[in-house]
């Protein structure tokens, strides 16, 4: 048999002046340690309100317009211009009938006509051009584009990359094909004017993410800077 212990008088004196309130906070302390801290989510696009908030907080000019828009299979869109591109909303009532009209979108597409075709949540975003910042902010924000044409068996660029093909081949009138990828890598540009600023060009003065894209057509190389996702390119000089 143990003998049970004796405590001193002292020592019981202490344990019955310290109250109970003053350990609580070391409790609480240690059960907010061991309890997993859920990770959080950010905003998720689900409806058309939603895209619209998203493209004017990216800082892109989006008119809403009373037009409608149609195709087969989808219900009632509305057509809105993000600056002068026209782009169709379709919002469908679950995420799972927005899956099953993009997989009926994809298996009726021809060779004729390949717009740009986008998926998330219930929407679907549809914009039939070739407008390098429209495509690069649209994919910015609701993920990579459907692909409505044959699967291309290289590695897809940047959504900055794709974007400043775009602006080069609007710059030169020349066709987007003609554009060559010679190169492209990450930078940080010392502001909002991407390190290129115009005289007496007011720049916001911040660290701005980005890439330094190096194209050729024929015989001539240029070198673009763009922000992260291509909504901003300069060209070098």
Not at 49 to 65: F, N, P
Not at 112 to 139: C, M, Q
Request: include cysteine; glycine fraction near 8%.
């Amino acid at each position: 048999m143990f003998a049970t212990p004796v405590l001193s008088p002292e020592y019981t004196r202490v344990m019955r002046a310290t109250p109970l309130r003053l350990a609580l906070p070391l409790i609480l302390a240690l059960a907010a340690a061991c309890t997993p801290r859920p990770e959080p989510e950010g905003p998720r696009i689900q409806t058309a309100e939603d895209l619209l908030t998203a493209l004017r907080d990216a800082g892109a000019e989006v008119g809403e317009t009373a037009m409608l828009a149609w195709m087969p299979g989808l219900a009632s869109g509305r057509v809105v211009f993000i600056g002068s591109e026209r782009v169709e909303i379709y919002e469908q009532e679950s995420e799972a009938a927005q899956r099953r009209a993009v997989q009926q979108l994809l298996e009726r597409a021809s060779g004729e006509t390949t717009p740009n075709l986008w998926g998330n949540g219930r929407l679907i975003v549809i914009y039939d051009g070739l407008h390098g910042p429209t495509i690069a902010l649209l994919s910015g924000l609701l993920g990579d584009r459907a692909s409505l044409s044959a699967p291309s068996a290289e590695e897809p660029y940047p959504p900055a990359v794709a974007a400043a093909i775009g602006w080069l081949a609007e710059s030169t009138g020349v066709d987007p094909g003609e554009v060559i990828v010679e190169s492209f890598q990450a930078a940080e540009w010392p502001d909002g004017c991407l390190g290129l600023a115009q005289a007496e060009e007011a720049c916001l003065a911040v660290i701005t993410l980005g890439w330094r894209v190096q194209l050729q057509i024929g015989t001539e190389a240029y070198t673009l800077r763009s922000n992260e996702l291509g909504t901003a390119i300069r060209q070098e000089p």
